[in-house]
């Protein structure tokens, strides 16, 4: 199964396909479990996801094996446990700009003593039908990543990459450049950024995500290590798809 790997996945450095679901409708998730994405974060922090629109999104992409990740309104351990608890495969954190905020993601994702809450009647556990020594096995596939979008992240990036169960760094490209002061991701700041977080998690041997638009700054970003991008969103899709159609219909009254 593909859910099953995307941790191994992305802890080995695969170039990984993914995007940010914006909207949220259960019909995108069955479109997009039919290309060749190698997964799909659900945008709970700036999209209108409810938590039945996500319980409703998460089952299909289970029942579809599309590698589903959350990104959670915060790093609160009720946002976490909501979006495991549902079925998604992994979570993406907001804002972790220290070691104590990621350390507290890493327990918050995991069963144990002041950690994530276990129950078996869980859409994630099986409703019931598993044992429990199996259910807790099953978080080795649970996939923890945090958002690097600050100064103090990008300075903490070595030691946060270093925590046992955190999987991966996603450095924020726009949110760190308002960050340093600047109006565009054009600018002199990014770049310091991806390569300093680039070693962290390369000494780590942690996974490096990012979102990119287009081949030029996917290549750009891969040149500093990162390898598993969000390639935009379905909003940009379907704006440039019908965008491109418009055009050709355009163009026919000026042949």
């Not at 994405?37 to 089952?59: G, I, M, N, T, Y």
């Not at 259910?135 to 990459?161: F, H, K, R």
């Amino acid at each position: 199964m593909r859910s099953s790997t995307l941790r191994q996945r992305l802890k080995a450095g695969d170039y990984l396909a993914g995007t940010f679901i914006k909207t949220p409708s259960h019909p995108v998730l069955e479109v997009l479990a039919n290309s060749r994405l190698d997964f799909v974060v659900l945008d709970a922090e700036h999209s209108p996801f409810d938590r039945q629109a996500l319980d409703a999104c998460l089952a299909v992409a289970r029942l579809a094996d599309l590698p589903t990740l959350v990104r959670v309104g915060d790093g609160s351990a009720k946002e976490i446990l909501w979006a495991l608890d549902a079925g998604a495969d992994g979570i993406v954190v907001p804002h972790v700009d220290s070691v104590a905020k990621a350390e507290a993601v890493a327990k918050a994702a995991r069963f144990g003593l002041g950690g994530r809450g276990f129950a078996g009647t869980t859409r994630w556990a099986g409703y019931g039908t598993r044992p429990m020594a199996d259910i807790l096995a099953e978080t080795e596939n649970t996939v923890v990543v945090v958002q690097i979008e600050e100064p103090a992240g990008v300075d903490a990036s070595a030691a946060i990459a270093g925590i046992d169960g955190i999987d991966a760094l996603f450095l924020g490209p726009a949110d760190i450049s308002v960050s340093y002061g600047n109006q565009s991701v054009q600018n002199e700041d990014l770049p310091k950024a991806l390569a300093t977080v680039g070693d962290a998690v390369k000494a780590a041997g942690k996974g490096y995500m990012s979102f990119a638009i287009g081949q030029a700054q996917a290549t750009e970003m891969a040149g500093h290590g990162v390898h598993a991008f969000c390639m935009a969103s379905e909003h940009a899709w379907i704006r440039n798809g019908a965008n491109a159609d418009a055009d050709i219909v355009h163009g026919l009254g000026g042949r």
